[in-house]
């Protein structure tokens, strides 16, 4: 069973939210949908799901075009990051609902209802209605409902946003499994790059209503083919810096340069933008022929082990993010150094011309 879309797109009041799209997702994997707020993600969702129709394209599901079918029909499962339970109704006959509704027998949904109910650690509250739950646990609820629908396509719209750290990690591990093994299509939409990271899989990045790259997750992660795919799989955003080849070197400014080694070799003499990502930048010189740039620290963040230092370089806002709890004075000139191996080259439209060296070797 595979989920195709072909020329997919959704205008709602003359505001297209989703740009013609092909997409096609293959059983027993695992597909993330990655990018900010408002990017598309949930529109996408609702037209795999079938809760939207959309205005052109076509949705194939197993090779059959469902485009105009109801969302009840498809064998879909759909969970929020704002659960939805039936508040009349017992933990133990939330989980059942759909069980019952395809009228399988008592024995196979008690089996199935307290298997998922160990998995989500709500074994003890079966018998509870889910307002007498905390609110991590009503959203532990509605995914062990959606864990016993065996469904074809399981789409799960940021699960678990509202859930304790240890328990996210639990399910970000084990819930793949489970619905991979039963062959379903798995559909996860998220904002945080590292969410995507740890899930694996593929991963569709979204950018204002386009799919911008869709492949292996460390792929898109490691070799970007633009430069707003790169700025997506990145947290905090991707650093840009405009940039000149000539000869055999490269010119980053600050009457900085680097050898045009490697891959950057082949490039042609011009003017190119360069990319790299937050934690390649460094307040100490670590590397033999690193990169020294003079900016104006404007904020720290510290996060506990970590810290996010943002600069205003020549007019451009730079992230860095450094280990360790640093004391720095605000408003102060900093230098910052960044290893030429941790550098992405994109041409002026922002399309790849080269990777970083170490993504390729990694």
Known sequence: MSLVLEGVSTVINGQTHIYPTDLELSSGTMNVLLGPT???????MRVMAGLDVPTTGRVIWGGKDVTGMRVQDRGVAMVYQQFINYPSMTVYENIASPMRLLGQSKSQIDEAVKKAADLMK??????????????GQ?????????????????????????????????????????????GSIFVYATTEPEEALLLGGYTAA???????????????????????????????????????????????????????????EELKDGSYIAGFRPNHL?????????????????????????????????GENWVGLVHGVKALEIGASLNVYLDPKHVYIFAQDGTSVAPAPYAVAA
């Open 38 to 44: 408002l990017s598309g993600k949930t529109s996408l």
């Open 122 to 135: 709500l074994s003890r509250f079966l018998d509870r209605k889910p307002l007498e739950l905390s609110g």
């Open 138 to 182: 009503q959203q532990r609820c509605a995914l062990a409902r959606a864990l016993v629908k065996d469904a074809g396509l399981v789409l799960l719209d940021e699960p678990l946003a509202n859930l304790d750290y240890k328990l996210r990690e639990e399910l970000r591990a084990e819930i793949p499994k489970i619905f991979e093994e039963a």
């Open 206 to 264: 979204m950018w204002e209503g386009k799919i911008t790259q869709f492949g292996k997750t460390p792929t898109v992660y490691r070799q970007p083919v633009n430069a707003i795919t790169a700025r997506v799989f990145s947290d905090p955003p991707m650093n840009f810096l405009d940039i000149q080849k000539s000869g055999d070197r490269l010119l980053f400014g600050d009457e900085q340069s680097a050898p045009a080694s490697g891959a950057f």
């Open 282 to 314: 460094e307040l100490e010189q670590q590397a033999p022929g690193a990169l020294e740039f003079t900016g104006k620290l404007n904020v720290t963040e510290i996060t506990g082990s970590e810290t996010f230092i943002h600069l205003d370089h020549h």
